[in-house]
């Protein structure tokens, strides 16, 4: 521990050579303590790599003054750390791909079933008679308000119109339902 706070010091003055023997010193350990978690040879290398300039900047920002732990314990849990937060991406990566291919298989799958619910009221209205179809129509289609069909279709009352207006859906909903049994 002795040797690894002298290179820590050493780096602390500028000595560009102690970094270089501290990432050789524990390149391929890390790497293997990397494998174990799955990653890549390409990856474990990159998050060495992230580690020793984490070490580094820890040193000269004098955020590591004085090792508690050898200086390979601090360099692995730095790369624990860094270990952990890539597999978290990459979860989160994978599952947002998974996310946008299911949405997307369901998105069809919706648009289907609109389709067949469509053409399932068509039919429905299509049965229904005349009067309703029209208030119906003019209702949901045109946008009119309940006023401007009491004028269009001569009824005396809004109540009354309210009340045909309401058996009609009723009626289209028991037909939609009866063409599904």
Request: with cysteine.
């Amino acid at each position: 521990m002795i040797k690894d706070q002298y290179l820590v010091d050493k780096l602390k003055r500028g000595d560009l050579k102690a970094l270089d023997e501290v990432y050789l010193t524990y390149k391929g350990e890390f790497c293997l303590f990397a494998g174990k978690f799955g990653l890549s040879a390409e990856d474990s290398l990159d998050l060495y790599q992230e580690t020793m300039l984490s070490f580094y900047d820890n040193v000269h920002q004098n955020k590591l003054t004085q090792l508690t732990s050898t200086l390979k314990t601090y360099l692995f849990a730095i790369g624990k750390f860094k270990i952990y937060k890539h597999l978290d991406k990459a979860k989160r990566f994978e599952a947002e791909e998974k996310l946008i291919y299911i949405s997307e298989e369901l998105r069809l799958f919706e648009v289907d079933i609109q389709e067949e619910r469509q053409q399932d009221l068509e039919k429905a209205f299509q049965r229904l008679g005349a009067k309703c179809r029209e208030i119906l129509n003019l209702f949901y289609y045109e946008g009119m308000g309940l006023d401007e069909i009491l004028h269009a279709l001569n009824y005396t009352s809004k109540d009354v119109l309210k009340s045909q207006k309401s058996r009609c859906l009723k009626q289209l909903k028991e037909f939609v339902k009866k063409d599904h049994e």
